[in-house]
């Protein structure tokens, strides 16, 4: 079974500061995407990265996805309570034609 | 415009009863889905739907059953409500099951509790 491990699983910082959230496996994956999901609301789409070494960014927010296609990063610069949220991450894996494998999230929180 | 929609938003029931969530997604998509979100938020895919075709059919118990009447439409009916049932259920839609056009797209969630 493929696996994604997020870390960490839970964030807490003051508005302004830099942070970095990490998206695991020991297995490759064709691609893979980050979302947020915010309170009482489903998950919502923030990126697809699918080459390995791929960097995108997203105003103060840039994704890596690693050399290898087997793990991927989050970073915000400059976070702002706007940011606050569960960042998951789901990876296609080359084996598996019909779904996504999920992470089990990293919750943050940015206090003004 | 929503793109998918869930019934109802919040529903409260008691242990053994019967219910139904409908979904709804106006985006012209192939392929739907249902996950559960415990408490812990990790989500777990149940089914996926393909032109109405059951594609994933993870270990569910058989009190759960999903019904595509179209594409646009993925129903989830729950038997003999348990407590462990509670949780947040998810549809969501993609463009295809392959590919970056599995970029799934997510209703606002059902909030069930069993009491």
């Known amino acids: 079974t493929q696996l994604l491990e997020q870390s960490p699983q839970f964030l807490s910082i003051q508005e302004g500061e830099n942070l970095t959230v990490y998206c695991n496996s020991s297995s490759v994956f064709s691609s893979l995407q980050w979302y947020r999901q915010e309170p009482g609301e489903g998950p919502v789409l923030l990126v697809t990265?699918?080459?390995g070494g791929e960097v995108k960014k997203l105003k103060r927010l840039t994704f890596q996805f690693g050399d290898a296609r087997k793990d991927s990063s989050l970073h915000i610069t400059a976070a702002q309570p706007g940011d606050t949220g569960l960042y998951l991450c789901?990876?296609?894996?080359?084996?598996?034609?019909?779904?996504?494998?999920w992470g089990a999230g990293t919750k943050l929180i940015i206090k003004p | 415009d929503t793109a998918v929609s869930q019934t109802p938003k919040y529903l409260v029931t008691q242990m053994g009863n019967d219910k139904s969530i409908k979904c709804e997604q106006n985006l012209g998509h192939d392929t739907m889905y249902w996950y559960k979100q415990d408490s812990k938020k990790f989500l777990k895919i149940m089914f996926s739907y393909n032109n109405k075709e059951l594609i994933i059919n993870e270990t569910v118990p058989n009190r759960f059953s999903p019904k595509s009447p179209d594409k646009a439409h993925l129903n989830l009916h729950i038997n003999s409500l348990e407590l462990g049932d509670s949780a947040v259920y998810f549809c969501?839609?993609?463009?295809?099951?392959?590919?970056?056009?599995?970029?799934?797209?997510f209703g606002p969630g059902t909030r069930l509790l069993v009491l």
């Open positions: 990265v699918v080459t």
């Open positions: 789901a990876g296609g894996a080359p084996d598996s034609n019909y779904q996504l494998i």
């Open positions: 969501a839609s993609s463009a295809a099951l392959f590919g970056v056009l599995k970029t799934q797209y």
